[in-house]
């Protein structure tokens, strides 16, 4: 799958997309090809703190369990509950029906700092295969 290029990276492996002062969060197609299916994925409630790096939750998998790190510094506005019900809509779609999380941004800078851009992030991803 193409990285998408609308779209900012984590050295985590997480994606952003930023439309006006919210984030939309998930975990990028690498990330979820490398865990194997994923069978609970644990996200911050809606009105908690996240900071940017910090863990803020959990993608577990057949193979392991993987923490979650949030790519932005805000409040969660909302989170994706389709993902309680079926979280391999993280494998199966993991940049559309698999989003994790909404952060309504502290800073409305267009692109926070210490994202990467699409090209960082495949060139990122092609050193780990």
């Not at 079926?86 to 692109?111: A, C, H, M, Q």
Request: aromatic share 6%; glycine share 8%; net charge negative.
């Amino acid at each position: 799958m193409t990285v998408p290029a609308e779209l900012h990276y984590t050295a985590e492996h997480e994606w952003v997309a930023i439309h006006d002062s919210v984030a939309s969060v998930g975990i990028t197609d690498h990330a979820q090809r490398a865990l194997g299916d994923v069978v609970f994925v644990s996200v911050p409630a809606a009105g908690t703190r996240v900071t940017a790096g910090e863990p803020c939750g959990e993608v577990e998998s057949t193979k392991s369990v993987s923490d979650l790190y949030s790519p932005v510094d805000g409040e969660v506005a909302e989170v994706n509950a389709e993902i309680d019900d079926d979280p391999g809509l993280v494998n199966s779609d993991p940049y559309g029906s698999g989003w994790l999380f909404k952060v309504r941004l502290d800073d409305t800078e267009e692109v926070p700092p210490g994202l990467l851009s699409a090209d960082e992030y495949t060139a990122l991803t092609k050193d780990e295969e």
